[in-house]
């Protein structure tokens, strides 16, 4: 099994759990193995796909996922899937809006 990386925040809770300072909250056997399925099928990656995206767009991704501390495709692959399962919550950004001009020309036009 591949070794997991735990950063400092990480280690002192297993730490604490290695110590019995804290408790899991699953109370049974099939309550675990529903969450460890869950979390394995959640995480297979077996399928490649393409896609096309502005560098506007792209970059405001990669910022994002600077700003949360993970790879940008697998924020994009995250963003997918919750959407895909219904539990895409919308935001505000911390990002500043970017203006594409169309507002502009409308006004203009």
Known sequence: ???????????????????????STI????????YRSAA???FIKDRRVNI????????????????????????IASVLHKYISGRLIETPSRLTTRSTGRAKRLRAG
């Open 1 to 23: 099994m591949k070794k997991i990386k735990l950063d400092d925040y990480e280690q002192e809770i297993l730490a604490a759990y290695e110590k019995g300072e804290i408790k």
């Open 40 to 42: 394995h099928e959640t």
């Open 52 to 75: 096309r995206l502005s560098t506007p767009d792209l970059k405001d991704i990669q910022e994002k996922a600077v700003e949360e501390g993970i790879p940008y495709q697998t924020l």
């Open 27 to 34: 109370t049974s056997k099939s309550e675990l193995e529903k």
